[in-house]
């Protein structure tokens, strides 16, 4: 005499299913390990040097003053080699208090080429 035994098999996943976002809550009853709430960062900081070849094949070292991440990437983009030449050079800057980077860079934001804004709008950050 045989006797079948049957398991519990979980149902396939639909393609609608697997394309279902998920809040934090709900994944959390999926995956126990997960903590209570997400870590939140503390701190950010932009990237604030660039190193590139321009196009007579030397290589440059940039400082980006924050905020000019995006703007300096578009120059490079579009190879406009005289718009990052203004750029201060990297001399191994470190970051500043935010309240005194914000005034010096207030103090000399004249230097800066800035991109088409339309174009820095549609770049992803």
């Known amino acids: 005499m045989s006797c079948s035994t049957t398991t519990a098999e979980s149902a396939p996943v639909t393609q609608a299913a697997q394309n ?4 934090y809550e709900e994944m959390r009853k999926i995956y126990a390990s997960l903590p209570e709430s997400l870590p939140r960062p503390t701190r950010t900081v932009e990237c ?3 190193s590139y070849s321009d ?6 070292q940039i ?12 120059h490079l983009e579009k190879e406009d080699w005289d718009a990052l ?8 800057q470190k970051y500043e208090n935010d309240g ?10 004249g230097w800066l080429v800035p991109a088409e804004p339309e174009e820095l709008e549609r770049m992803p950050l």
């Open 100 to 109: 005194e980077a914000e005034e010096r860079e207030r103090k000399t934001l």
């Open 20 to 23: 279902k976002s998920m809040t």
């Open 55 to 60: 196009g007579k094949g030397t290589k440059k």
């Open 48 to 50: 604030n040097m660039m």
């Open 85 to 92: 030449a203004k750029f201060p050079v990297w001399d191994n």
């Open 63 to 74: 400082w980006m003053r924050k905020g000019t991440t995006r703007t300096a990437c578009k």
